[in-house]
């Protein structure tokens, strides 16, 4: 096993990072559904978009500690990943609220109550 396998198995050891991801595979799943007229399956540009930002997800250096990506104090995206991203969760949002409504209950509660972590320091400094 790779150490970027290791990195993707977080999203389904660590409870905080799976429904992280759960999270974000809903948004897309909506947002592609209404813009790309897909139903059960998502299309290539947005599961080449999942698949980018569930890495970087599993790679966050916050881990469990991690705060809603509106708060977050990294920025782990480029900017066309970020930008995408910021459409795809304004427009999903709001809609999840009807599909998914305990993990945007859960979204919410932590985007409220979740103080960013200070940025973690470069483990890689001083060496």
């Known amino acids: 096993m790779t150490t970027s396998d290791d990195r993707l198995?977080?999203?389904?050891?660590?409870?905080?990072?799976?429904?992280?991801a759960d999270t974000l595979q809903a948004m897309v799943s909506l947002y592609c559904q209404h813009h790309h007229g897909t139903s059960d399956q998502r299309c290539p540009q947005c599961e080449a978009f999942l698949n980018y930002a569930l890495k970087r997800l599993a790679c966050c250096p916050y881990g469990a500690q991690k705060p809603v990506c509106a708060k977050c104090r990294i920025h782990c995206y480029r900017q066309a990943e970020k930008d995408l991203a910021r459409n795809i969760m304004r427009?999903?949002?709001?809609?999840?609220?009807?599909?998914?409504?305990?993990?945007?209950?859960?979204?919410?509660?932590?985007?409220?109550?979740?103080?960013?972590?200070?940025?973690?320091?470069?483990?890689?400094?001083?060496?």
């Open 9 to 20: 198995a977080r999203l389904t050891t660590d409870p905080v990072l799976r429904e992280e």
């Open 91 to 127: 427009w999903s949002g709001p809609r999840l609220t009807f599909t998914h409504p305990m993990l945007t209950l859960k979204h919410l509660v932590k985007s409220f109550t979740v103080t960013p972590p200070q940025k973690p320091k470069n483990r890689n400094q001083g060496k």
